[in-house]
């Protein structure tokens, strides 16, 4: 399970939403599950069917949550034109298979937000919490 403070969750949807029709990226640093910030990073790629986030700006972001004390509980990115599930590519380039992938489609009006682990080629969907103050449970 992966919980996401409702601003933070609400950041990312717009970041898919500004970057389309190209796929998004970005790195969620947070402890135990618990996401406590959202590092936006540049689709190296450029493309509206996939992503490759920058080992420049990754290594920004690795070294910001060391500081802070935080560990990556969370990578996300866009489908611009699927459903929030991962695609082949998504499988074969999950290079981390301890933390939650979560894919927002905007292939509806409303975007779909859906969380998964991929861990040995293997998919296996996640539960995804929307919380406010961090804590307190809003929805799912």
């Known amino acids: 399970m992966i919980k996401i403070p409702r601003p933070i969750y609400q950041a990312m949807i717009e970041h898919a939403q500004r970057e389309a029709p190209l796929e998004c990226c970005g790195i969620l640093a947070g402890k135990d599950g618990m996401v406590h910030k959202a590092f ?12 490759s986030m920058s080992p420049k700006e ?14 990556m509980v969370g990578v996300y990115h866009s489908h611009t034109h699927t ?40 998919i296996f969907p996640e539960e995804l919490e929307i919380v406010s103050n961090g804590y307190s449970k809003e929805e799912k």
């Open 40 to 51: 936006e990073l540049r689709n190296e790629e450029q493309s509206t069917v996939r992503y």
């Open 58 to 71: 990754q290594l920004k972001v690795f070294e910001e949550m060391e500081k802070e004390s935080q560990e």
């Open 83 to 122: 459903d929030p599930y991962p695609s082949e590519t998504d499988v074969r380039l999950a290079f981390y298979p301890e933390v939650i992938s979560i894919i927002i489609s905007l292939k509806e009006e409303v975007p779909v937000v859906r969380a998964f682990k991929i861990k040995e080629k293997k």
